[in-house]
C-alpha cells in the first residue's frame, strides 16, 4: 500500500522509514498504527531539539495525512454502499466530498481519488482490516506517530457488515466513481454579482 502511495509521489520517500502496527485494545478495539521515523535523528532530535526533525517534520506529517485520507475514505465508502461522491472546488483546489444520505461525513483531496480507486491498494486496506472479520470488533483507530509523538492524524473507524464485505473481496460501490459537481447556490450566486 506504501509504495502504491509513495511510490509515484513528487517526494522521495524511503518506505523503511514506515513501521505498521496492529494490536487488540480491548475485548471490541485494535490499533491500527503507522509509526514513521528518521534513523538519522538521535534522541535529542526526538525531543524536537534537532534542525533536522524540523526539516524532516512536514515529510513525515504530509505521508502521515496521506495515508490517513485514503484510509478514512476507503473505509467510509466501503461502510456505505450507495454513497455520493461529490467534487466541490475550494481555495487549496478541488476536494471530493463523500455524502452519506445525502450529508457530508468526510473530504478529502481531489487527487487522492485515483489512490482510493486502486485495487492494489485496495487489497492492502483489506489485507490489514482483517481483523474486523472478527465480529467482536466494532471499530478500529488508525493512529499517527512521527517518532513515537502521537496525536497525528488520529482516526477512530466504525466497523458494519458492509466494511466487512469489503475486507471479504466485495468492491468499493458508492454511486458512481465520477464525482457530481454542484451547481452554485443562491449565496454563491448573488456574490458573485457584480457590485455597484
Known amino acids: ?3 502504491g502511495i509513495f511510490g509515484s509521489g513528487p517526494e522521495p520517500f524511503d518506505l523503511d522509514l514506515l513501521d505498521v502496527t496492529f494490536m487488540q485494545v480491548g475485548p471490541s478495539s485494535f490499533d491500527f498504527r503507522f509509526d514513521i521515523r528518521r534513523p538519522d535523528l538521535g534522541t535529542m532530535a526526538r525531543l524536537g531539539a534537532s534542525g533536522a526533525l524540523r526539516e524532516a517534520y512536514p515529510m513525515l506529517a504530509r505521508a502521515m495525512t496521506i ?9 467510509l465508502i466501503a461502510a456505505h454502499p450507495g454513497c455520493e461522491l461529490r467534487r466541490i472546488e475550494t481555495y487549496y483546489g ?7 444520505d445525502g450529508k457530508p ?3 478529502f483531496p481531489a487527487k487522492f481519488l485515483d489512490l482510493v ?12 482490516l482483517s481483523p474486523l472479520n472478527n465480529p467482536n470488533f466494532a471499530y478500529v483507530t488508525a493512529r499517527g506517530e512521527i517518532h513515537k509523538v502521537q496525536g497525528l492524524a488520529n482516526q477512530v473507524m466504525i466497523c458494519n457488515e ?17 464525482p457530481t459537481v454542484p451547481g452554485k447556490s443562491q449565496a454563491e450566486e448573488e456574490w458573485g ?3 455597484d
Open 1 to 3: 500500500m506504501s509504495r
Open 193 to 195: 454579482k457584480p457590485r
Open 162 to 178: 458492509h466494511l466487512r464485505d469489503f475486507i471479504t473481496g466485495r468492491p468499493l460501490e458508492p454511486v458512481s466513481f465520477d
Open 67 to 75: 495515508i490517513g485520507a485514503i484510509g478514512e475514505a476507503t473505509m
Open 105 to 107: 461525513r468526510f473530504v
Open 94 to 100: 478541488p476536494d471530493i466530498e463523500i455524502l452519506v
Open 117 to 128: 480507486r486502486d485495487p492494489a491498494i485496495q487489497a492492502a486496506w483489506r489485507a490489514g
